[in-house]
């Protein structure tokens, strides 16, 4: 596609649940990042994945949260046993190196509801 | 990683010229200044990235002063459809964005 695609774009799910979160970047972009915007707030930044490596996973929120990313394209944001805090969106971004210079290109991002 | 300061929201009516800066006081020698735009449900835009002096493109003027410690973004004649949200990053790495300068553009 000509930009990031993500999926679902909203989830409504019970506290307990576990969801995942789907990010297909822009062909050939080798880095990949996930955020979290919480209703009125800024960005978060969770993780990023330079190819399918992810070097620094410390912006993880808790341990409930994981990411992988494979054949350096389509990558997965799973948020286990999932908590009413855990409700927000779900940006995902993705450029065509290690955003140093140049631009993100940002998806419509995952609307998750938590009830 | 260079800390941004920019006002947390900003009024202005159409036609007029918006001005909006953002304090980088640390900001190290191979960082570079971008600005995004994020409107209501979807993800931020970019809208333009300068390194000193002044960079301009169809949608914006950035203007990095000589030290480097502030930008300011210049969106001329906003329309109602700028009310968005504009984020100020700086740095090698563009990972972190701030809480952004809410700006509301009135009839």
């Known amino acids: 596609g000509a930009g990031v695609s993500q999926s679902p774009s909203n989830k409504v799910t019970e506290k307990g649940k576990d969801v995942e979160l789907r990010c297909d970047p822009i062909s050939g972009h080798t880095a990949l990042y996930w955020y979290r915007q919480r209703l009125g707030q800024g960005l978060e930044f969770l993780i990023y994945f330079q190819g399918n490596s992810a070097p620094d996973k410390s912006g993880l929120p808790s341990d409930r949260f994981s990411a992988e990313r494979t054949g350096e394209s389509v990558s997965t944001l799973t948020i286990q046993r999932t908590q009413q805090e855990d409700s927000a969106v779900y940006l995902c971004?993705?450029?065509?190196?290690?955003?140093?210079?140049?631009?993100?290109?940002f998806g419509e991002g995952s609307r998750l509801t938590v009830l | 990683l260079a800390k941004t300061t920019q006002p947390i929201s900003m009024d202005s009516y159409e036609g007029q010229e918006v001005n909006i800066t953002c304090s980088h006081n640390n900001i190290a020698t191979n960082d570079y200044i971008t600005w995004y735009q994020q409107f209501p449900s979807q993800g931020p835009r970019f809208i333009i990235q300068g390194y000193k002096t002044k960079v301009t493109n169809e949608v914006a003027s950035l203007f990095i002063p000589a030290d480097r410690k502030s930008s300011t973004l210049s969106l001329p004649r906003v329309s109602l459809s700028d009310t968005a949200v504009y984020y100020c990053l700086v740095g090698p790495d563009m990972l972190t964005f701030g809480g952004g300068t809410r700006l509301m553009v009135k009839p």
């Open positions: 971004a993705s450029s065509l190196e290690l955003a140093m210079t140049g631009e993100l290109f």
